[in-house]
Structures are given as C-alpha cells and as structure tokens.
C-alpha cells in the first residue's frame, strides 16, 4: 500500500492537513498583512488549498513545492477553477533539491505546516526559510511537540519513532529566537481540533473502504487505519501536540 495514497484518502476531506482549525490558521494569515505584490512560498504544500486561499484573497504570487504527484494533480485542478493560471508555481519534487533552487530573500512569507521532515526537522527548516525570506519578511511553520513525556508503547506504536524527533512547545518558539527570528504569534491544536482532524481522518478510510470494497489495499488500509486510531486514543491525544509558528525575520 502506497503511503502517500492512503494519506491522500484520509485527507480527501480535510480543507487543511493539520489538526489546527481554520479560524486560527487564517487569523495568523492576517497578521502578516499581505499584499498583491508579495510572494510566498509553501514547502510541503499538499493539495495547495492555503496558497490558493492566498491568493484569492490578496492576490499574491506564490510556488508550491510538494512530493506527491496526486496532491499536485488535485492542487492544480482545484487552481484552475479558482484563480489564475500563472498565480501559482507548481513544483513536484524533493523539498531539499528544490529550495536549494530557490534564491535567497526572495520571498515575504515563506511557509512549511507539518512537512518540516522534508527539510530535516523544525531547525532545519527555520534555517532554510531565513535564507529565502526577504528580511522583515515572515516565517509560517506548524510542527508538533510532546505535551507529556511519550511511553515506550506509544513510540513503538509511531513505528519506532525516537522522543528526540520533538521538543516542547516552549522549545519550538525558542528553535526560532536562537536563530534571530521574532515570535509574532502561536496557536495550538486543542482538544477539539484534534479530535475533529483524527476523526474526519479515520471516518475518510473507513468509507473510502466501505465506498470500494474491490481495492485491493482495501484490508492493509483498515488494518492500518484501526491500529492508529487506537494508538490516538490510547496515547497520542494525551501526548502528541501540533501548533503553528509565525516568526519575522
């Protein structure tokens, strides 16, 4: 079973891929204040619908850069019918290789929400997103962090993950100072936003599933999809959180 295939299922009906609501997401937005002569870009940027919101409403220019070719394929097909064609610079390909091309202080929002894996980690990420954004410019990340220390059950239930891989949420605002950024704001997801993105996500497989019983990943999928709703239940909405950056460089 094709790992980006069963995300994009998942996410059929999500509007964005991050357990933060959409009231506090376009909040952040509007703090950066945005104009039509502004250019953004969005690493790990998924089916795009931020950057096609952006430039809906400010008339930004903007380029997405994204892996998976069926998140692009969809991005592009949502664009076509909602803003102009050369509003947007698709980019399928590796984020690393592809920011390497990107010049530096070019752009006045640069923006990376649950993918800073794709540029190492959070510091990794700050670090390349400070070369890209022009200085004044602003800086728009969404990682996740432990709220409690994480069982030995609970990262084995992750597939082995390391508590290494995440700090604090006090440490994720400090990622950002240690390097000379601003901290303008933060949200994270509460109670609610999580169970509402874990459900919605569970609830998209299990209909796909029941919606396709042919599929032959049909199986790997519940079985997948079953396992990680007992691991949120059990352990990570205790444990795991997600909040969303807005730095100034």
């Not at 947007?88 to 800073?116: N, R």
């Not at 969404?142 to 508590?163: F, H, I, T, V």
Request: one cysteine or more; charged letters at 25%; a negative charge.
């Amino acid at each position: 079973m094709d790992r980006n295939r069963f995300s994009a299922i998942a996410h059929r009906h999500h509007a964005f891929s991050n357990p933060i609501n959409e009231t506090k997401l376009m909040k952040m937005i509007e703090l950066v204040s945005l104009k039509p002569s502004h250019h953004v870009i969005d690493v790990g940027a998924g089916k795009c619908e931020l950057l096609i919101r952006l430039v809906e409403k400010y008339s930004i220019s903007a380029k997405a850069i994204e892996l998976y070719v069926g998140a692009i394929t969809e991005a592009k097909s949502q664009a076509k019918q909602r803003v102009s064609a050369e509003s947007i610079d698709f980019i399928c390909a590796d984020a690393k290789e592809a920011v390497l091309q990107c010049p530096h202080e070019e752009y006045d929002l640069g923006i990376c929400i649950g993918s800073t894996h794709a540029l190492g980690g959070l510091k990794s990420t700050l670090d390349m997103m400070q070369r890209l954004v022009k200085k004044g410019g602003y800086i728009f990340v969404g990682e996740g962090y432990w709220k409690q220390k994480p069982s030995s059950e609970y990262l084995a239930a992750l597939g082995g993950a390391d508590e290494s891989e995440l700090t604090s949420h006090a440490k994720n605002v400090m990622l950002g100072e240690e390097i000379g950024l601003i901290p303008q704001w933060s949200y994270v997801a509460n109670e609610d936003d999580w169970d509402e993105y874990e459900w919605l996500y569970s609830l998209s497989v299990e209909n796909y599933c029941h919606e396709n019983p042919k599929d032959p990943d049909v199986e790997s999928m519940l079985e997948r999809i079953r396992l990680w709703r007992q691991t949120y239940l059990k352990w990570g909405r205790d444990t795991l959180g997600f909040g969303l950056y807005l730095f100034r460089k």
